[in-house]
């Protein structure tokens, strides 16, 4: 590895800890200095008594960012560390506040743990973008770039040259490329490694043969030549390379996640869920209240769906049709309610697929049409977020009939929790076939971030919104 690698990797270290210690320290001067006059104070903390824990916080933050990622060696666009950032300073504070509540201590400023939270984000990224700006200048000036031999004639290594050529900041310079690693090439590279000008061979293309891996490997072991090779041949996007006895092992994980990520994703679901239950329940009294008056029968519907990994569970919605049309079997005893749903999807359903839509269904009433099209059914559905049974963000639970109808490929869906809203609800959700929306949905647990989810949770009013307003 390159010293400039190590030198840029080991001081994110100080730099994040610089500026940790003076987000703390703008908070504390906008309490007690600029907004006190707007705002006085009852209660003031003696400054030096604040910094020792900014010094203790900022330490332990430091172990939060490492856990994160936040400082693996390699190159990262800036869009993949600032969920990160955001993701670690969440959580530091969410921490010291559980702290402080543990230790009953009495904290008068609210405003100063919201500040410092905002803060230590801002200044984090920030720093993180001028340092990245400043590699991006010795790159442009010829420093600290890895020089590297690229070894593959199919089209991934081309595509990957092309790329490589045009992002400079990723910091990487061609300086041989060969189909194969011929004697004249082997030569080449030698001399180079030698005049200490070659810093890696880079292996992307997937049809070498095992006897030319275990050349090349050889090859760049006696010339101490670092390598490095995609491991993504058998089309998998989320692996995780682990030692076991000293042997190697490639981790095929299901999604992004697993680990760390699913509990992350909890605690975000948690604290949406809290926040959106609470927001939006005057709305769901007024909902059941319009429910009451219109027709008998239960305010809340409950449905079995299936669920992560195959499990099914009950969805909560708002009642939309009439009760005698609603299926189950605490519903439709008799069977006649299912037999008619048959009826309808045979002659109105809208979508190709296993997955239904009817069109102009009769089993509505007035109210259920506005709450269908609005999407104010599923406001209860924030329940099953609390639950565990969905996440804010994944692709839609479907019914067991539904699913009996899946392709091999579509138990893919199966491998997160299904949400209340996704990428296929803001591409259009009815207006999509099953199959258009099955590969939107993988698409999202393939490339799952915690920036995702917000942009999707950000466009799904503008999309209920769009097909509210729809003629």
């Known amino acids: 590895?390159?010293?400039?690698?190590?030198f840029f990797a080991a001081i994110l270290v100080p730099i994040d800890f610089l500026l940790l210690v003076a987000a703390g320290f703008a908070a504390y001067f906008l309490r007690f200095g600029a907004l006190q006059d707007i705002q006085p104070v009852i209660y003031q903390i003696p400054f030096f008594t604040y910094m020792r824990y900014v010094f203790g916080v900022s330490i332990f933050a430091i172990g939060i960012f490492a856990s994160t990622g936040l400082y693996h060696f390699g190159h990262y666009r800036i869009q993949n560390e600032i969920p990160k950032i955001f993701t670690a300073c969440s959580t530091s504070i969410m921490l010291v506040i559980v702290f402080i509540f543990f230790i009953k201590e009495l904290f008068t400023s609210?405003?100063?743990?919201?500040?410092?939270?905002?803060?230590?984000?801002a200044f984090v990224a920030t720093g993180r973008l001028i340092l990245r700006a400043f590699r991006l200048l010795l790159f442009n000036a010829g420093y600290?770039?890895?020089?590297?031999?690229v070894i593959g004639s199919d089209t991934r290594t081309t595509d990957f040259m092309l790329e490589v050529s045009s992002r400079p900041w990723l910091g990487y310079r061609i300086l041989i490329h060969a189909h194969h690693l011929t004697d004249e090439i082997k030569i080449k590279i030698q001399h180079a490694a030698r005049d200490k000008k070659l810093d890696d061979i880079l292996l992307i293309d997937e049809s070498l043969s095992a006897s030319q891996l275990r050349d090349i490997v050889q090859f760049a072991d006696i010339n101490h030549v670092s390598l490095r090779y995609s491991a993504d041949s058998i089309g998998e996007k989320n692996i995780e390379i682990e030692t076991v006895l000293g042997l190697p092992l490639v981790h095929l994980k299901r999604t992004r996640l697993d680990g760390w990520g699913r509990?992350?994703?909890?605690?975000?679901?948690?604290?949406?869920?809290?926040?959106?239950?609470?927001?939006?329940?005057?709305?769901g009294i007024l909902v059941a209240l319009a429910i009451i008056i219109e027709s008998r029968g239960p305010i809340i519907y409950k449905n079995i769906r299936v669920g992560q990994d195959g499990k099914h569970f009950e969805t909560y919605k708002f009642r939309s049709m009439y009760k005698e049309y609603c299926t189950g079997p605490q519903y439709d005893e008799d069977g006649k309610a299912e037999q008619y749903q048959k009826t309808l999807v045979q002659s109105q359903s809208q979508r190709k697929g296993p997955v239904f839509k009817v069109l102009r269904d009769p089993r509505r009433t007035c109210v259920g049409r506005f709450l269908e099209r609005t999407s104010l059914d599923e406001l209860p559905q924030f329940l099953n977020v609390l639950r565990g049974?969905?996440?804010?963000?994944?692709?839609?639970?479907?019914?067991?009939?539904e699913v009996a109808g899946y392709e091999n490929h579509h138990h893919q869906l199966f491998r997160v929790k299904p949400g209340i809203t996704g990428v296929a609800q803001i591409r259009g959700r009815s207006d999509l076939n099953f199959e258009d929306e099955a590969r939107l949905d993988i698409y999202y647990i393939e490339h799952w971030s915690l920036l995702l989810d917000f942009i999707i949770l950000i466009k799904t009013p503008y999309a209920v919104l769009a097909r509210?307003?729809?003629v």
């Open 1 to 6: 590895m390159k010293r400039s690698d190590l």
């Open 110 to 121: 609210r405003f100063i743990v919201l500040a410092a939270w905002f803060l230590c984000i």
């Open 144 to 149: 600290g770039i890895n020089a590297v031999a």
């Open 263 to 283: 509990i992350i994703k909890r605690m975000y679901d948690i604290l949406g869920g809290i926040f959106l239950t609470m927001l939006f329940l005057p709305i």
């Open 389 to 401: 049974n969905m996440s804010l963000v994944g692709p839609r639970p479907h019914m067991p009939s």
């Open 468 to 470: 509210a307003l729809k």
